[in-house]
């Protein structure tokens, strides 16, 4: 039995069989990715017909491509979009015991005196037709509300960010499941094989000394072949290293390079079969073809001056979160299956107020203007928009509270996120919190419910799209049961 | 010295004469008829292959002595020649008895074992003449003995093929000493998919289903039966060996359909695989004394018994063809039926990652254009094939054609992202035949022009259309007029302007259109809303909070 090198976990046996059918495994996309590699190295088009009919999306979907706006750290859902405003006369009183309950405590606050409730100091409006409630820090995203579906009682069981995290990109608190970017690129595939289907985008943030580090299995392919990985493109000097030919090589003395290195990857596919190679043979193929397409998709040349107004100069800035808005609607606009833009720095232990005006500055245009541009392109339709994060924060203060100053531990209860999009009602509020915005009283979402609900607008039944690893019909949501968020769907 | 001389050739005849008799009664008392006979009888037979050495052994030192001991010349060698003949001929004696008991009680039958039970009587014989005339007539004693070599020699192969079946010699040998060496072709079924089987069990240690790209192997149509595709090269691999024409063990052969489903003993109970003796046998633990192949190496993975299972259960019927059986096997099934039929690519599409059955589909189409999608089955024949010619239509225009879900009432869409400005006006022409089930085009990015949306015109479920960064013009507004399935019409960035507005204001079908970067002035914009109150119109205006 061959070893399969960085797939310890994969119960595939590592000949051509498994690797065809992984590599394929429904997705439309792998074959016209395979047929454009004969293409290419052949120099004529492939015959090869796909089936008529795939077995995936199970039904047609809503939304073709999806853009994840992912506030990384824990954004507090009481300074965005969770009202109560009933706090403000409970400023600085002891949070009931009766409220807590049985919850444990992170390490962080659990020994601390008391835990002091500490009302948001950011004023609160009814914006919009559907009247929904938007802190004041999020102005821009105020003026597009009517385009969202919030939901406010999002819960997971994590605690911590890399647990939360992990759980909320691949469905699981272990590592090694695949996240739910490669879960789409696996299934549904590329829509155009000049350019990844899944991309990864980690613009700047304010400075902040708690932001968590991302890690890139946080966007891996777990234990479906790593092409379904998410390519993170660089936000500083090229987009992807080494992707323009050296000096002195020209285009086609890269195809002959590309065309020796495949036949000599070829026989180490035929001899061992591990899907790596078959992997690594395409991002190649990917690479070659990526030298075009890349440097389209990032120029702004072409760009009108309204779309920085649109989404503010700052989206000239690469490496900007309004860039990566306007990046990824770039993308929509040429058939990335996935763009996720990681936000990281909403970790506000101390010194909340001033941080988390900070972090909404630098991300609630780009936000706004990406829903607002989609939708004047045609493309919000069949377009789904997520900001999420992966836990909330409590009511009470960790540290000192004064008037002006307080800081908030992370809170797995209950936080808030919205939809936008394709399939989603808008102008929806979903799920209610109690009014310390610390349990849920209505409607919970769980995170594998997020999860069941976003396949779903692709046209995926969760509970069927299943790959078979480790003994087990993995799943994006898991072994536990899954709903969808029926209330946010149009 | 004459007497004792002539008496020891007399004796030594008798001697040999007694040998026959008592041979020809246990030949005759004890046949190979396939049944298990006495224990101890099993238990002396199945000494048999470890005995049977020592004749071979001997009788080929006989003539090794002669010839040696006449050449260098060393009389003491040639003399103990004698001695060892002797030697071989009792251990021969043996071996024939061990044979006829292990033939007699452990469940052999078969033409080859009665051509090896008749050599084998007939080398004894002839060792024994050997032995007998040696004395007499010293000039025939070499070439009787080497006479007597050969008999053993071939005893000795046929009993090799018996062990470990008919081609095991020759299957490694390069072909054409193979067949100088007058091997057999292996046993072929009617159709060439045996092949696989081979290929695979020899080139993937655990066995497993045939990997489709293993060797090169000829398409089976679809047409084709389950028994010949899947079935049959299944038992070829494992179980023929023992049970076929030439060898059948426990009288049972499993080298053609008949064989498995008559007579009141049948190993397979149509419609009952729990009934069924070959899956019980199969399933036992490895270990188990009943369990088959007793060849373990050539035993069946998970997958390969749930095929013969679901055969079984469906019939087991020698005419299921793959197509039909495709509409209603489970999904594993389905899979491994669909990486027999064809062996390319085209496999990929059918493994999705969903573990679930697929519902049967039973298409029923949207009433409307009266030319759209014909009811159609994912495995059907014709379709297929219908389905192989568009998609070579698609490729050859550089675009992707794609079904936008399992049900084929939801349509196709066509993309050309990846094609990009290899999908020209003139390329795009040629996907005229996929008119009737089109509903969505993104040719967004391509060359495509005014001429295309004038052809698209025609199309009839075209309910979704990206023509973003094209060359198109004014001109083609009447054509998108007359797109009546047409509800989201995408144009950013293209040099699209104003005297194409007044026609688009007749677009009353349309619920989304995007104008962003065109020539279209603010003027004619707000007369467009004015003229189509339903659609949602884009353009590049921003909204007055961002101003």
Redesign the interface.
């Known amino acids: ?1 061959t070893h399969v090198p960085q797939t310890p976990v994969a119960t595939v ?1 590592p ?3 498994d690797f ?2 992984t ?4 997705s ?1 996309a ?3 990715l ?3 590699d004969e293409r290419t190295a052949s120099g004529k ?17 809503k939304a073709k491509r999806i853009i994840l706006l992912t506030m990384a750290g824990g954004a507090s859902q009481l300074e965005t979009f969770d009202h109560k405003p009933g706090l403000a006369a409970r400023f600085d009183q002891d949070l009931p015991l009766s409220v807590i309950g049985t919850q444990r405590l992170t390490g962080m606050t659990s020994g601390q005196a008391r835990l002091p409730i500490a009302p948001s100091q950011f004023a609160f409006a009814q914006h919009g037709k559907s009247g929904t409630w938007v802190s004041e820090l999020l ?2 995203t105020a ?1 597009v509300v009517d385009e969202l579906a919030v939901i406010r009682t999002m819960y997971t069981e994590a605690i911590n960010h890399d647990p939360a995290f992990t759980l909320f990109q691949t469905g699981n608190m272990v590592t090694g499941r695949p996240s739910l970017g490669a879960w789409l690129s ?2 549904l595939g590329s ?4 350019l990844p289907t899944y991309v990864v985008l980690r613009p700047a943030f304010p400075a902040n000394p708690n932001a968590q580090a991302l890690m890139s299995r946080l966007w891996g392919s777990g234990f479906l072949p790593s092409e379904h990985a998410g390519v993170s493109l660089r936000s500083n000097g090229a987009p992807v290293l080494y992707l323009d030919n050296a000096p002195g090589i020209d285009q086609s003395r890269r195809r002959l390079f590309l065309d020796v290195l495949g036949g000599l990857n070829q026989q180490t596919l035929d001899t061992f079969h591990d899907p790596e190679t078959a992997t690594r043979m395409a991002q190649y193929e990917m690479a070659f073809r990526m030298q075009s397409a890349v440097p389209e998709l990032t120029s702004l040349d ?1 760009e ?1 001056a ?1 779309t920085f ?2 989404y503010g100069e700052e989206a000239r800035k690469r490496g900007s979160f309004a860039n990566s808005c306007l990046m990824a609607r770039r993308m929509c ?3 990335v299956r996935v763009v996720q833009v990681f936000h990281r720095g909403w970790d506000q232990h101390s010194d909340l107020p001033k941080q988390i005006r900070a972090q909404c500055l630098d991300t609630d245009q780009g936000c706004a ?1 990406l829903i ?1 541009d989609l ?5 919000l ?2 377009t789904l928009v997520v900001w999420a994060t992966e836990f909330g924060r409590t009511v009470y203060s960790q540290g000192g509270l004064s008037k002006t100053n307080y800081g908030r531990d992370h809170h797995p209860r209950c936080f808030s996120v919205w939809m936008a999009g394709a399939g989603i009602r808008p102008g929806t509020v979903y799920g209610e919190t109690d009014d310390y915005s610390y349990n849920i009283v209505r409607d919970p979402v769980h995170v594998r419910d997020f999860n069941a609900t976003i396949l779903h607008l692709l ?1 995926i039944d969760h ?6 690893a480790q003994g087990l ?1 993995q799943r994006l949501t898991g072994v536990e049961e899954a709903h969808v968020v029926r209330g946010v769907l149009a | 010295m004459t007497t004792n001389f002539k008496n020891m050739c007399c004796s030594r005849w008798i001697v040999v004469a007694m040998g026959i008799v008592l041979l020809s009664v246990a030949a005759w008392s004890l046949p190979p008829d396939g049944s298990a006979g006495p224990t101890w009888l099993r238990a002396i037979g199945r000494f048999h292959p470890l005995i049977v050495h020592m004749p071979i052994a001997f009788a080929l030192l006989v003539p090794v002595l002669d010839i040696l001991g006449r050449w260098r010349r060393r009389p003491e060698w040639s003399a103990s020649a004698d001695l060892v003949l002797g030697i071989a001929l009792m251990s021969a004696v043996m071996a024939v008895l061990m044979g006829l008991a292990l033939g007699h009680s452990d469940e052999h039958q078969g033409d080859t074992v009665q051509l090896h039970l008749w050599m084998g009587y007939a080398a004894t014989v002839a060792l024994g003449v050997a032995w007998a005339l040696r004395p007499q007539w010293p000039a025939l004693a070499v070439p009787s003995v080497v006479v007597a070599c050969a008999l053993v020699g071939f005893t000795g192969h046929i009993g090799g093929e018996l062990t470990h079946g008919s081609t095991y010699l020759t299957e490694n040998l390069p072909e054409p000493i193979a067949r100088l060496m007058g091997a057999k072709t292996p046993q072929r079924t009617s159709t060439s998919v045996e092949s696989t089987v081979h290929a695979t069990s020899t080139s993937i240690t655990s066995a497993s289903i045939p990997a489709p790209s293993v060797s090169p192997v000829a398409e089976v149509p679809a047409s084709a039966t389950v028994w010949d595709a899947v079935i049959a090269p299944l038992l070829n691999r494992s179980c023929v060996s023992c049970h076929s024409a030439t060898v059948h063990k426990g009288g049972l052969r499993l080298d053609a359909h008949t064989y498995l489903v008559t007579g009141s003993d049948a190993v397979v109970v149509a419609g009952n695989p729990e009934s069924s003796e070959l899956l019980r046998r199969v399933l036992l633990p490895i270990d188990d004394d009943e369990f088959m192949p007793q060849n373990h190496k050539k035993s069946w993975d998970e997958t390969e018994v749930s095929i013969v299972r679901w055969w079984i259960s469906a019939g087991a019927d020698a005419q299921l063809s793959i197509d039909r059986a495709a509409m209603d096997a489970p999904e594993n099934v389905k899979t491994f039926l669909r990486t027999q039929v064809s062996q390319s690519s085209s496999v990929i599409k059918n493994l999705a990652p969903v573990s679930a059955p697929t519902p049967i589909l039973t298409p029923k189409l949207a009433p409307a254009p009266t030319t759209m999608i014909e009811p159609v089955d994912p495995i059907d024949i014709s379709w297929q094939a219908r389905w192989s010619a568009l998609h070579a239509v698609a490729t050859e225009a550089h675009v992707e054609l794609l079904p936008v879900s399992t049900h084929p009432e939801d349509g196709l869409t066509i993309r050309a992202f990846s094609g990009g400005k290899n999908v020209t006006d003139a390329s795009f022409a040629r996907l005229m035949e996929l008119a009737p089930w089109v509903v969505d085009i993104d040719v967004a990015g391509t060359a495509v022009g005014d001429s295309t949306m004038a052809m698209l015109a025609t199309w009839p479920s075209l309910r979704r259309l990206d023509v973003s960064r094209t060359a198109i013009t004014h001109t083609s507004a009447a054509s998108f007029a007359r797109m009546r399935s047409l509800h989201c019409l995408l144009m950013n960035g293209t040099v699209f302007d104003d005297v194409g507005m007044e026609e688009l204001g007749h677009c009353s079908q349309l619920r989304t259109l995007a104008l962003c970067q065109t020539k279209v002035s603010t003027a004619a914009l707000q007369a467009l809303r004015v003229a189509l109150p339903q659609c949602g119109i884009g353009s590049d205006e921003i909204p007055n909070d961002k101003k």
């Open positions: 039995m046996r000949n051509r069989r065809l059918r590599l394929g495994a429904g439309l792998a074959l016209g395979l047929a454009a088009a492939s015959n090869v017909a796909p089936s008529p009919l795939p077995l995936l999306p199970h039904v047609a979907p102005p821009h003026g696996y299934g829509m155009n094989s000049n072409n009108p309204s107004t649109l606009e040429r058939g203007a607002h939708r004047q392109r045609g493309l339709e069949d046209g509970a069927r799209f299943t790959v078979r019909d």
